[in-house]
């Protein structure tokens, strides 16, 4: 899968304390995006360019979802107001403010996905 040293290398930044919990829910994203192809594959044993381009798409994933506030803001709705001092914003509850599926992929990983589907699909 993907380690902390290669998390850093990919990356630049540091593991988060969260890493290995960001890192199980960025690869159920990445699994879902790739309708589950690489489920049960060895990833050390596909072709390089498959397999840099998985890690690094796990690598990124897993950033976005720590730098989204974790595993936990990815269940949480957006606020429907938020005041702070004199300074209040509110957004409404409307579907467009809400969180979409879409929004759960990192727009970094999305870049990667052609490779990693046309590989599953043997293309």
């Known amino acids: ?5 290669e ?7 540091t593991a988060p304390a969260d890493f290995l919990v960001c890192l ?3 690869q ?6 790739t309708l589950y192809g690489y489920v049960g594959r060895d990833i050390e044993a596909l072709p390089k360019v498959v ?7 796990l690598a990124m994933q897993t950033l976005y979802i720590s730098q989204q506030g974790g595993v936990s803001a990815m269940s949480e709705g957006s606020p429907n107001s938020v005041t702070l001092g004199s300074f209040s914003y509110s957004g409404g509850n409307t579907t467009s403010s809400q969180q979409n599926v879409s929004s759960l992929l990192s727009p970094a990983v999305r870049v990667f996905m052609p490779v990693l589907v046309a590989f599953v ?3």
């Open 51 to 57: 397999r840099d381009r998985y890690k690094r798409a």
């Open 1 to 5: 899968m993907l380690n902390a040293d």
């Open 28 to 33: 159920e994203i990445i699994d879902a995006y």
């Open 24 to 26: 199980a829910a960025a």
């Open 7 to 13: 998390y850093l290398e990919l990356t630049g930044y």
């Open 121 to 123: 699909r043997g293309g």
